[in-house]
């Protein structure tokens, strides 16, 4: 069963060689095969989600597609912990549809290939905690979801210190490299 509360934390991945080396050498196994994903985040026009740091999205992993609500995170100095509720939709199309009739618009839309690694022995449905390692338009990033104890031990056996915790959402980090280069902001896509 998933936590109510999802836990979790990024870092920047520099050698995706390396640390697929050190996955096998940790005994973590894919539990998900690498798999496109597209996003599409909606919300109103006085982005009131946004402002109350809130999301709504829709994505679409080949042919399943699953709407996710994710509440403003809770107060934390090292992780992001916010609420998390998701199920999986018949017709994403009629969907957003429906978002849209309701003064949802979509506002940012992102991309990414995630492979997804959990302890040998459980299955995709009780993965939690898990390892989701994603390639985007901006670089390549290891996801962990779990409990706070579980996130630091794992990060240690990896070589991430907290100083390397990343909390930021993807639309926060895509601003960010966007900034940085110098190039205008828009969608995170291939």
């Known amino acids: ?10 870092f920047k991945v520099l ?29 109103f026009r006085d982005l009131r989600l946004r402002k109350a740091c809130s999301l709504l999205r829709l994505r679409t992993e080949g042919r399943r597609q699953i709407v996710t609500f994710k509440g403003a995170p809770r107060a934390s100095a090292s992780y992001k912990v916010r609420r998390e509720i998701e199920t999986e939709v018949e017709d994403g199309g009629a969907l957003q549809n429906i978002f849209e009739a309701l003064g949802l618009d979509p506002v940012f839309r992102y991309e990414k290939y995630r492979t997804a690694y959990a302890e040998a022995g459980r299955g995709k449905k009780a993965a939690i905690p898990e390892l989701l390692y994603d390639e985007t338009p901006i670089g390549n990033y290891v996801e962990l979801e779990g409990s706070e104890r579980w996130i630091d031990h794992l990060a240690r056996q990896l070589g991430y210190q907290r100083k390397d915790y990343i909390t930021a959402s993807y639309a926060a980090l895509h601003q960010d490299y966007c900034r940085q280069k110098g190039i205008p902001t828009g969608d995170m896509v291939f």
């Open 15 to 43: 050698d995706p060689r390396a640390l697929k080396r050190r996955l096998k050498d940790l005994g973590l196994v894919v539990v998900e095969r690498r798999h496109f994903e597209a996003n599409v985040v909606f919300d």
């Open 1 to 10: 069963m998933k936590l109510p509360y999802e836990v979790e934390v990024k």
